[in-house]
């Protein structure tokens, strides 16, 4: 017989918490729910961050709100699976990072004062790295920058933690002469037909870019995603100008839909 949903006065964040535990319930719980592992929900936690950053990025505050929604039902996802291995719950997950962030602003919630925002970004990561020594972990100034970041976010990442000991290009002159260099070594291995050599070599080129989007102060993901987005719309008016003409681009040459995206970015000029 069918239990009935939490009741709905409760507290919203503990209605999410039973309705989790009883989706997890091993004998009328989902099916679906009950076969998840942490790796098998993971790649839904990266989905939920990327439709949050979706949201955001189209200014749309309402469908922002059901997107954190998303999100935190996956941290109430993980952290009943950590609780049913009997790892850790969600209030650990809670104080944790309340602790974190008490710990991480002394300046705030202490006595300590910076003098420049620069001033409280070196003593953000230095009580980083104090962290780290105390987990025993961080061997390597790179070792906890997260291999599961888009690759274009990790390479910024990895870069500006070398920069702060000194690894780094003094301007961006230097950085743009590495690019040029950087494409004209996969030029070489596209004439060559090295497909290996050239899947490294287009890396470098990448990699190059996430530094000079570092040194830019440009967030890649962010530059990418928007340029994708303003692909997207071009792409489209040249599809609907087609269709004006009961036309698909299937039936249009390359002149044809090139004319049209000229046209698009008058059209949409704010692109």
Known sequence: MPRPAPPSDLDPLERLLAI???????????????QQTFATVAPYTVEEAYEVADAIERDDLADLKDELGDLLLQVVFHARMAEEAGA????????????????????VFGETTYETVGAQGEAWEAIKAQERLRKGRAVSLLDDVPT?????????????RAARVGFD???????????????????????????????GELGDV??????????????????????????????????AELAKLGKTPDDADLAEMDALWDAAKVALASD
């Not at 989790?20 to 009950?34: F, H, N, S, T």
């Not at 599961?148 to 500006?160: D, E, I, V």
């Not at 989007?213 to 489209?236: G, M």
């Open 148 to 160: 599961g970041l888009p690759a274009l976010t990790r390479a910024m990442k990895l870069t500006k």
């Open 206 to 239: 990448f990699f190059v870019l996430a530094n000079l989007a570092r040194k830019l102060d440009i967030e890649p993901e962010d530059a990418l995603r928007a340029t994708n987005a303003k692909f997207v719309r071009r792409f489209q008016f040249i599809e």
């Open 88 to 107: 850790f719950d969600f209030a650990d997950v809670a104080r944790a990072i309340n602790d974190k962030m008490v710990r991480r602003h002394p300046h």
């Open 20 to 34: 989790m535990a009883r989706l997890r319930d091993p004998v009328d719980g989902c099916p679906w729910d009950l």
């Open 169 to 199: 290009w003094p301007d961006i002159s230097f950085v743009l002469d590495k690019l040029r260099e950087e494409i004209g070594e996969m030029e070489a291995e596209i004439a060559a037909g090295d497909r290996e050599k050239l899947r």
